[in-house]
């Protein structure tokens, strides 16, 4: 079981407030991501950004395509992006057309999606899967427990490596434990605390502690 990566998401609406924070964290972090709105809100030019400043780490494109998933793809690694996210209902040629543009993709799973599903993305060489609990439904009161685990540890069986992401703070990381994670996923958890830098160690230090 390795150690889990850990990743911020710039789930920001503009591009310099995006670059300011990642400026803090971005050295101590495993993985960048330009999150989905900030995509949708500036496009390639933050992948670009966050690729200049940090020319050896990780970044991913949260682009959740759903369809054209060559050409988003290709735009995405023309700025600078390692890994690009698909939505779980994407077709599976839409996921084979980006998986051929960049180095990897990720399905993100969203909504109602099955294991015969998840099992054609890996054969399909799609072995990456987010698993989320949806900005939304936290809002809505609903919290992490055994009915994600039971998920996580299933996908992890049938060969993937799994993301989780979805209100993590550090508190929520030993609820995982004894589950070979790939990597946490944390926007706010990170860059909304009084001290991000802080934050970040915080996040790699219970990691550690957890996994090491």
Known sequence: MGLPNLQVALDHSDLPSALADVKNVG???????????????????????VRALYPEKKIIADTKCADAGGTVAKNCADAGADWMTVICCAT?????????????????????????????????????AIYHQSRDALFAGETW?????????????????????????????????????YTFITGRGITAAENPKAAAQAFKNEISRIWG
């Not at 101590?28 to 496009?43: K, M, S």
């Not at 980006?98 to 180095?103: D, G, I, L, T």
């Not at 993709?105 to 054609?120: F, H, N, P, R, S």
């Not at 992890?156 to 030993?174: C, N």
Request: glycine fraction near 10%.
């Open 145 to 181: 427990g055994e009915k994600d685990l039971s998920k996580v540890k299933k996908l992890i069986e049938m060969g993937f490596r799994v993301s989780v992401t979805g209100g993590l703070d550090v508190d929520t990381l030993k609820l995982f434990t004894g589950v070979d994670v």
């Open 27 to 49: 050295d101590i972090v495993d993985i960048l991501e330009v999150g989905t709105i900030l995509c949708l809100q500036a496009g390639e030019e933050a992948i670009r950004c």
């Open 92 to 128: 599976i040629p839409t996921m084979a057309a980006a998986a051929k543009e960049v180095e990897e993709v990720q399905v993100e799973l969203y909504g109602d999606w099955t294991y015969e599903q998840a099992q054609k993305w890996l054969d399909a060489g799609i072995s990456q």
